[in-house]
T-cell receptor, first 113, second 111 residues
């Protein structure tokens, strides 16, 4: 595709519900990243994929968070039993080789009420 | 050792002035240092990047200065404009390791 696509762009969910956030990276990009950005804050690393494997999951804040990537393409970030502190913008990025430009999506704004 | 420390957290500059944002890193293996610019409601976008074999890179009004011995690098925005108002992130990476971002600097350029 032309860029990194994330869906939904906005998601409002009730506390305790599960949510799935989707990222479609740029075609051919092998590296894929998930970040969380709270309002007015910096980028908090969650997980990155090289191909379909995740060499670094160290940023996932709890076992309620999980992510997978299939076919070296689409990735899904799942948050189970959402809490109000999960409210943030979740950003996905991809790159064609490690340590070249990372292209970001527009993000999914998650609001837990 | 993977951290990248960025300062200041916020910056207000008069139109036409110079904006300076600094970053410091610990991991001497880092070999790629990009800067990203983020406007409200948008994802970050690459602004300019440098590798440690050069001490300075300039693109238009934006310059990265790199000090390998001090493990520091900085972004200078010359002739700052209100349209430059955004959040700026420095970053560093090495090989097949993930990109590590700084905490961000919110720049406001006032007319």
């Amino acid at each position: 595709g032309a860029g990194v696509s994330q869906s939904p762009s906005n998601k409002v969910t009730e506390k305790g519900k599960d949510v799935e956030l989707r990222c479609d990276p740029i075609s051919g990009h092998t590296a894929l990243y998930w970040y969380r950005q709270r309002l007015g804050q910096g980028l908090e690393f969650l997980i990155y994929f090289q191909g379909n494997s995740a060499p670094d999951k160290s940023g996932l804040p709890s076992d309620r968070f999980s992510a997978e990537r299939t076919g070296e393409s689409v990735s899904t970030l799942t948050i189970q039993r959402t809490q109000q502190e999960d409210s943030a913008v979740y950003l996905c990025a991809s790159s064609s080789r490690i340590h070249t430009e990372a292209f970001f999506g527009q993000g999914t704004r998650l609001t837990v009420v | 050792q993977q951290q990248v420390k960025q300062s200041p957290q916020s910056l207000i500059v008069q139109k036409g002035g110079i904006s300076i944002i600094n970053c410091a890193y610990e991991n001497t293996a880092f070999d790629y240092f990009p800067w990203y610019q983020q406007f409200p409601g948008k994802g970050p976008a690459l602004l300019i990047a440098i590798r440690p074999d050069v001490s300075e890179k300039k693109e238009g009004r934006f310059t990265i200065s790199f000090n390998k011995s001090a493990k520091q690098f900085s972004l200078h925005i010359m002739d700052s404009q209100p349209g430059d108002s955004a959040t700026y992130f420095c970053a560093a990476s090495k090989g097949d390791q993930k990109v590590t971002f700084g905490t961000g600097t919110k720049l406001q350029v006032i007319p």
